[in-house]
């Protein structure tokens, strides 16, 4: 079968790969139908995520068949077309039963950091990934979905990570009625969160980056206030002074480790490794936000350390909430929202490449190419 | 955007989901109280291991189910076997890891190689794309690299 193959940083092609095998009772093999590059995806492909080995499979947002169960599965059946949540979960251990679909504690053997994500490096489990014509999916009881039937199948694979992580992104920021929520990234799952946030009563979004076409974009999509912080010359101080010199309710961190807009963080971040990639929207987002605020992150950041201002959280008495999303726990509402027209996930996607050309693609996005905002791989097998 | 005179509750969806209920919100909310119990909850089979699987020491056991995708070899399969033996809050863990990773790709240059096979780096790196969306920040690299490379050589050359 086709796959992607990761080669080095910077380097992925697309080439013939053993088709995978049902391992464990509970797994399923899943025919790919649509898989998505997603911006955590660039963190692999920076070589920024330890343990990412050559000839890995990356891809953890992908929907497809069910093409095979082991003998355990009963919630799924062959011919099914699913969603796939990013995350893999047993749907048993205390974790799971809290919701914490993200942090299951049977799915990943090589870090208690994180629980198992597909193709997301030996560090998140050392699965394959769904950027293949075919997938392995273990806990098929519990994590693929079968899609509505009168779902847009573009709206269902966003439904696998984008929407839910977006949306918990703004779920975690304990947003109140008439708050100022700032987003920092205009991304996916920035432009996500931003959107999400009027669900939750915001009377003000404002959204932060520094690439203008994703801003335009990002202003339409999520109707929100955009800036570029390179026009700007401190962040941080033109926040405070467009919320009356208080600081924003909320702050949400959709960046991660490779944050531009500070020499120090870039130069510690990036180009040294000195720690686990540029913190600076986290750096922002706690200046950023009044004291006894708020700040959700959902940007990915590196397991070692990251150089934060956490006094500044101290003095502020700043309430920190972060996590992986948990898709599962979130599907019902969020399939119901798209359902309804509330909420436009293929509205996102502006790229659509075979998964012949996963090279180009993963440039394109990496690069920031063609106004890229969102791009769908689509396998020769998908029909 | 101008904010003034804007009525954000006229954005679809505005408010649907404000529950004042909702605090401490997720991760806490859905709490158990079964982290009490530990680790002793009901478990799935454990997954058959017939390739190395490397392990956190943080835990006593595997998960019930691994990845079994490209087990450790070579080199880089040495430095992680080393990093393994460390704690996940050891430097001496993921510093390791990372050099792997770097180890890891000359390998996969030299596996190529091994098997007959020319890696085409260039393609590799997306540079069709670049050729066609970004000819000029190509052009520019290309000039770039050029001219780094012939002060390099010119330096060395003068140094000999």
Known sequence: ?383 | MNTENFDYKSIPGWGIDIDPENEPTYPMKNYTGDDHKRSNYEKSPQQPIDVEVLKSNERPQYSAVVGTTVPPAGLSGAIRRYAFKHSEDRYRHWIPLILADRVNSWEGIFEDLRKGYIPNVLAERGWKAELKYNPQGLVKKVFVTALVASLAITYFSRKK
């Open chain 1, 1 to 383: 079968m086709l796959a992607m193959n990761y080669r080095g940083p910077y380097r992925v092609r697309a080439e013939q790969r053993p088709m995978p095998e049902i391992l464990h009772p509970e797994d399923a093999i899943v025919r790919v139908t649509r898989t998505c590059i997603c911006g955590s995806d660039l963190h692999l492909y920076h070589g920024m995520v330890p343990d990412t080995r050559v000839g890995s499979t990356f891809g953890h947002e992908f929907t497809g068949i069910i093409e095979e169960v082991g003998p355990l599965v009963t919630n799924v059946k062959i011919g099914d077309q699913v969603l796939v949540p990013f995350n893999i979960a047993c749907g048993k251990c205390n974790f799971c039963k809290q919701g914490l679909y993200g942090n299951c504690h049977e799915s990943n053997s090589m870090a208690t950091a994180v629980g198992g994500i597909f193709g997301y490096s030996h560090t998140a489990g050392g699965y394959d990934g769904g950027q293949a014509e075919y997938v392995r999916v273990p806990y098929a009881n519990t994590g693929p979905t079968v899609i509505p039937a009168d779902m847009d199948p573009d709206d269902a694979v966003l439904l696998t990570d984008v929407v839910p992580t977006g949306y918990q992104a703004a779920e975690m920021g304990g947003i109140k009625e008439g708050d100022t929520v700032v987003v920092f990234g205009a991304g996916p799952i920035g432009i996500m969160a931003a959107r999400c946030a009027w669900f939750f009563g915001a009377a003000r979004v404002i959204i932060i980056d520094h690439i203008d076409y994703r801003l335009e974009f990002a202003k339409n999509y999520a109707k929100c206030e955009a800036y570029n912080f390179k026009s700007m010359e401190d962040p941080v101080l033109f926040i405070k002074k467009i919320t009356d010199w208080y600081g924003a309710d909320v702050c949400i961190d959709c960046v991660g480790c490779e944050a531009e807009g500070n020499t120090l963080q870039t130069f510690t971040g990036k180009v040294t490794l000195m720690q686990a990639g540029a913190a600076t929207a986290l750096q922002w987002a706690i200046n950023s936000v009044k004291k006894g605020g708020i700040v959700s992150i959902v940007g990915v950041y590196g397991p070692p350390f990251n150089y934060v201002p956490i006094g500044n959280v101290v003095n502020k008495g700043i309430t920190i909430r972060a996590n992986q999303a948990s898709v599962k726990r979130l599907l019902p509402k969020l399939i119901d929202h798209v359902q309804s027209g509330r909420l436009n996930p293929k509205g996102l996607i502006t790229h659509r490449i075979p998964l012949e050309e996963v090279s180009d693609a993963y440039h394109i996005f990496s690069s920031k190419l063609d106004e890229c905002i969102k791009t769908v791989l689509i396998p020769s097998t998908k029909a």
